[in-house]
């Protein structure tokens, strides 16, 4: 079934999108009411391929920002495929080794790649990285909401809808009695929490009584560059540690492992510079006894569509973030939309990403579109 024919990437549409979003997101790093990202669309041989950056406004959870992600994307990734024939993802990965860092930038088009090339061999994107999944769990990542009370509210609505994990950002100061009031309320739901690195280790007490909510995991505590700390912290707690920002890339995965830094990965995509080192990333988590599940960063559908197909590799045996579209926008740019039900998501059938673009939707999101050619 896999069919290697090389690609010659005649064009390469890049547009900008900006999406409402139905809630505000509040986490320890900042606040967001409307999503905006890069789609990138690689064409050749007739065919499609589609990813989407997750690089965000500002350079506040990741270094890279949307402007960044443009710049080296039109200035050094496109030029590398526009003209060529490539004949693999894999191939694009050597010929991007030499630009350092930019993963979020590099993902968009590694994953434009894998979505082309699965296309191209007529099968869904999640087989052709090894996943065998049908359905996927997932749970759901609620911001810091102003009240104890509004937690809890805003927990039962999710816990109705049968999310199978509840993750909460906390910060320092709203973190107790948050989790008090949730774990009263519900006292056997799988509950996790996400700092976004807004603690230090001289702060190692209030995370210790954490310890009382008997949480799944306690996601990136501490400061996104300190394995070392991390580490510390393990020894400290019960809670297991699950990291985020500080795995960039395989080697990062390896040491925190080797370190006893964490437990627990989140794996993103765009964070780890596309599906071959996410699942370079499993395959070593996997073989280690760790743990990995998909997290998310506000996807629309086609990076939405890109987690589910990861999240089908047996490795991620953890809930992921990757909750129904419909959570977050009042229309999707795909079809059919990326919805869960009882907290599972189906993973979809076709060939590559497995849905389609809306065109009329995705007309009316796009703010800009700059199209390169070789
Ligand atoms: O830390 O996991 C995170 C969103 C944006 C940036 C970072 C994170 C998140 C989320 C949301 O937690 C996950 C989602 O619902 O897509
Ligand atoms: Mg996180």
């Not at 991007?96 to 061999?121: H, P, Q, T, W, Y």
């Not at 008997?214 to 501490?222: A, G, S």
């Not at 599972?344 to 849905?355: E, Q, S």
Request: with cysteine; aromatic share 6%; hydrophobic share 40%.
């Amino acid at each position: 079934m896999i069919d290697n024919r090389p690609m010659r990437v005649e064009l390469a549409v890049l547009r900008h999108v900006e999406m409402p979003l139905k809630f505000r997101f509040r986490t320890s790093f900042g606040e967001t009411s409307v999503k905006k990202f890069l789609l990138l669309e690689l064409r050749g041989e007739g065919l499609s391929g589609w990813g989407e950056c997750v690089a965000e406004e500002g350079p506040f959870y990741s270094p890279e920002t949307i402007s960044t992600a443009s710049s080296i994307l039109t200035s050094f990734l496109l030029p590398l495929v526009l003209g060529k024939s490539i004949s693999s993802p894999e191939e694009f990965e050597r010929l991007a080794s030499r630009i350092r860092g930019n993963r979020m930038a590099k993902a968009a088009v590694e994953c434009a790649l894998r979505d082309f090339f699965a296309k191209a061999a007529g099968v869904p994107l999640g087989r052709s990285l090894g996943g065998s999944r049908e359905k996927i769990e997932v749970g759901v990542s609620l911001g810091i909401s102003p009240t104890p009370k509004e937690t809890v509210e805003n927990v039962r609505k999710h816990v109705a809808q049968g999310y199978r994990r509840i993750k909460l950002k906390i910060e320092p100061g709203s973190d107790h009695d948050r989790l008090s009031a949730v774990r009263d309320a519900f006292p056997d739901i799988t509950l996790t929490v996400d700092a976004n690195a807004a603690y230090t280790l001289a702060q190692a007490e209030a995370l210790r009584a954490l310890d009382a909510f008997r949480l799944d995991y306690m996601e990136q505590p501490l400061h996104h560059e300190d394995l070392v700390a991390h580490a510390e912290l393990a020894r400290m707690l019960k809670t297991p540690i699950c990291l985020d920002e500080s795995i960039r890339s395989l080697a990062d995965a390896k040491a925190a492992i080797h370190l006893g830094a964490c437990q627990v990965i989140n794996v993103k995509i765009g964070r780890v510079g596309g599906h071959g080192e996410a699942v370079r990333i499993h395959d070593a988590a996997r073989a280690a006894g760790v743990p990995v599940w998909c997290g998310g960063m506000l996807e629309a559908g086609i990076g939405r569509a890109h987690n589910v197909a990861i999240a089908s590799l047996p490795g991620f045996s953890k809930p992921g973030d990757t909750s129904s579209s419909s959570r977050y926008f009042e229309e999707d740019i795909v079809a059919p939309a990326l919805e869960a039900a009882d907290g599972l998501m189906p993973v979809p059938k076709g060939p590559g990403i497995g849905v389609a673009i809306r065109p009329d939707v995705l007309s009316r999101v796009t703010t800009g579109i700059q199209e390169l050619r070789a």
